[in-house]
Structures are given as structure tokens and as C-alpha cells.
């Protein structure tokens, strides 16, 4: 039985669990340059470390998504259990040769776990609300958001000693998954009573949950790839500007910019809550946009100015991923809401799966400059999704 059967109670540890189980996400991207020297991994090796959790999630959401786990079980032991899995795949990459191919599968099977943890989360959170829906899943994107960026300020404390942030990501993730156990299900909570694998076929078919998701994709196209290389290009960066221990100012600043991103989600949701959910989706975008064009520009120009820009630019990105959730969970029957939005979640994280692992191969080529630019190609998509969802 739940301990907290309240709304405020169960959405209070609700954030606290998602917290701590996303900091399996990072967990290895957040050493990777310690990985690298002590086990000499090339640059191509490091990425696949990156992607594979992104192509393990999206496959795994697929078949969450097509089986309707979410809707058609107890959305809490479905947590619990996904995190289970995810925490003991990622404890033991300490057993396998670092950075070998059992790693790379070993870190796809903890993605494709951590696809019955995320939208399971926003199926519980839409339970307990309609008219604060936005506020309460951009408290769980925040959280998200939080806990993808603790990985890094372990690894910041830990320094050269990896496995600490191993050790630390897992336990974290398994206090987690016991926890979850504790939260109760709110009065708006519906249940599939039969498996209908035709449900997700309204991704396409509904206008507004289609473009809720193409908008989804434009921003899931930049925010991946920002979040798992920012230390790199910040690095990078800094390097260029003659700056003193930059890789550490590099680690600092995407703790900074993923961490400040997460806490910009509340008001964000809350904001959306009122003047309109695609509105306030649409500046995420224009800004987030901006950003990445600007700091281009800045590339290797002042270290103080850079982090200013990369730090906006992280608190820009991540507010509208709760938004575009809450605009399909509103269309969405709310007994399929479920299973929709972890449809609309391995979509976003497929396509992130290509540009992580694309990213640093193309700065390779043609410098991460230019790769910054690219990045805010997608949030041109989904500014004009938005506005065709604002005109009705």
C-alpha cells in the first residue's frame, strides 16, 4: 500500500525518485574522458558509450509502448522493476573491459530499461491533475533534468577515480525503485483494460498530438546531443581561449547548464499552465535556438562569455520537453495516455541516438562550430509545428 496518498506527498517523492534514478542516464558519459586515459578509447568508442543508451531506450519504449505496460499494469511496480533492471546493468559495467562491446550493450540494455522509469513517471504524474498538468510534468522533467546532471558533479567530486560515479548512479537509482512504492495514483488515473496495440497509430492520425510530436523531435534533435557533449565542446572552448584547467571549468559548466535547465522547468510549466502550453514551447524554442547559434559564434572566444551563453542555452532547451508531453497526454484518451507518450518518447530518443552519435564525428570534420549551428536546426521545426498548433 502507498504511503503517500496525497497529491502534493506523492508528486513531492515522485520527483525525488526520478531524480535519483536518472542518474544512471549520465553515468558513463560523465567519466568518459577518465575511460578514455585509462583505457586508451577512441573517440568513436566513446560515442557508441553515448548512443547506446539513447538506442536502447527508444527500442525499449516501442515495446513498452506497443505492449501498454503503462496503462495496463500497476504504473508503480512497472517503475520499480524497469529500475531494478537498469541499475544492475549499470553496476556491472565495473565487470566488463571498459568501453569494450559488452559495455556499449550493457549501457543499450540499461536505455531500453529506462524506458518503463521516464513516461511510466508522467503516466503516475497526469493521474493526480488537468489543469496544472503542465506544472506537474515539468516538475518531472526537471527532475529528469537534475538527475541527468548529478552524474557530473560526482564525477567533478570523484575526479580521476570513474567508478565511484558507478557505485554512486546505482545506488541512487535502487533507493529509487524502492521508493516509487510509496507514491500513491491519482483520481484522474485511468486504466487500459485490454491490450489495443492500434492505440499508437494516433501519434499520426490525431493533428494534435502529431504535431505535439513533431515539435518533440525538433527539440529532442539539440538536447541530447548538448547534454552529452557540452562538457566536450565547453572544454574545447576554453582550451581555445588559453583558459586554465579547462576541463574542469568544462565539467562545471554542463552541471551548470543541465542542472539550471531542470529548475527553469517548474516555472516554465507553471507559466504554461496559463497563457498556453504550445506559446510558451515556442520561446523555449526561439531561445534555445539562439543560444546555440550564438555560442558558435563564440567558440573559443572568452571563457566567461562562452559559459554564459552554454549556461542559457542549457536552461533554455529543457522546459518545453514537459509541454509537448502534456499537449499529447491532453488529446490522448487518458486510458492510452501511457502508452502514447512513451510512443512519443522513443521517437525523440531514436532520432537522438543519430545525433549523439553523429555530433562529435561531424566536429571531427568540420568543427564544433559549425556542428553548434546545425543543432539549432531543429528548433526551427518545431517553432512552426507550434504555430500551426496555436492557429487551431
Not at 80 to 98: Q, R, Y
Not at 145 to 174: D, K, M, N
Not at 268 to 273: P, S
Request: proline fraction near 4%.
Amino acid at each position: 500500500m502507498p504511503v503517500f496518498g496525497t497529491k502534493r506527498a506523492s508528486v513531492a517523492v515522485l520527483i525525488v525518485t526520478q531524480i535519483a534514478v536518472l542518474s544512471l542516464w549520465f553515468s558513463s558519459a560523465a567519466v568518459l574522458p577518465e575511460m578514455a586515459r585509462e583505457a586508451g578509447l577512441s573517440a568513436a568508442r566513446l560515442a557508441w558509450l553515448s548512443t547506446a543508451v539513447q538506442l536502447g531506450f527508444g527500442a525499449g519504449a516501442l515495446v513498452y509502448a506497443v505492449l501498454g505496460f503503462a496503462d495496463r499494469y500497476d504504473p508503480r511496480r512497472v517503475f520499480m522493476l524497469s529500475t531494478f533492471a537498469a541499475a544492475a546493468a549499470n553496476l556491472a559495467l565495473l565487470a566488463v573491459p571498459i568501453g569494450g562491446w559488452e559495455a556499449v550493450s550493457l549501457r543499450a540494455l540499461t536505455g531500453a530499461a529506462m524506458a518503463g522509469v521516464y513516461p511510466v513517471a508522467m503516466k503516475i504524474a497526469t493521474g493526480w491533475g488537468k489543469t496544472d498538468r503542465a506544472l506537474l510534468i515539468g516538475l518531472l522533467v526537471g527532475a529528469l533534468t537534475i538527475g541527468s546532471a548529478s552524474p557530473h558533479l560526482i564525477s567533478f567530486i570523484g575526479g580521476a577515480e570513474w567508478r565511484l560515479t558507478i557505485w554512486a548512479s546505482t545506488g541512487l537509482a535502487a533507493a529509487g525503485g524502492v521508493a516509487i512504492l510509496t507514491v500513491g495514483l491519482g483520481p484522474y488515473h485511468a486504466t487500459a483494460s485490454r491490450l489495443d496495440v492500434t492505440a499508437v497509430a494516433l501519434i499520426w492520425t490525431d493533428r494534435r498530438i502529431r504535431l505535439a510530436v513533431i515539435g518533440y523531435i525538433g527539440h529532442m534533435w539539440e538536447l541530447y546531443a548538448f547534454w552529452a557533449w557540452v562538457a566536450v565542446f565547453a572544454t574545447g572552448s576554453y582550451t581555445l581561449a588559453g583558459t586554465a584547467d579547462a576541463g574542469g571549468l568544462g565539467k562545471l559548466t554542463a552541471f551548470a547548464a543541465i542542472a539550471l535547465g531542470g529548475l527553469a522547468c517548474v516555472p516554465a510549466g507553471w507559466l504554461a499552465d496559463r497563457i498556453g502550453r504550445a506559446r510558451v514551447a515556442q520561446f523555449c524554442l526561439i531561445a534555445s535556438g539562439g543560444a546555440a547559434l550564438a555560442s558558435a559564434l563564440l567558440y573559443g572566444g572568452p571563457a566567461w562569455l562562452m559559459m554564459a551563453v552554454l549556461i542559457v542555452w542549457g536552461i533554455a532547451i529543457i522546459p518545453d520537453s514537459a509541454l509537448y508531453s502534456t499537449l499529447v497526454a491532453d488529446a490522448a484518451p487518458p486510458e492510452r495516455a501511457g502508452s502514447l507518450l512513451t510512443v512519443q518518447n522513443a521517437l525523440g530518443f531514436l532520432l537522438t541516438a543519430m545525433t549523439v552519435q553523429i555530433a562529435p564525428a561531424l566536429a571531427a570534420l568540420i568543427g564544433w562550430p559549425w556542428v553548434l549551428a546545425i543543432m539549432s536546426l531543429g528548433p526551427a521545426l518545431g517553432i512552426r509545428a507550434m504555430r500551426l498548433l496555436m492557429r487551431g
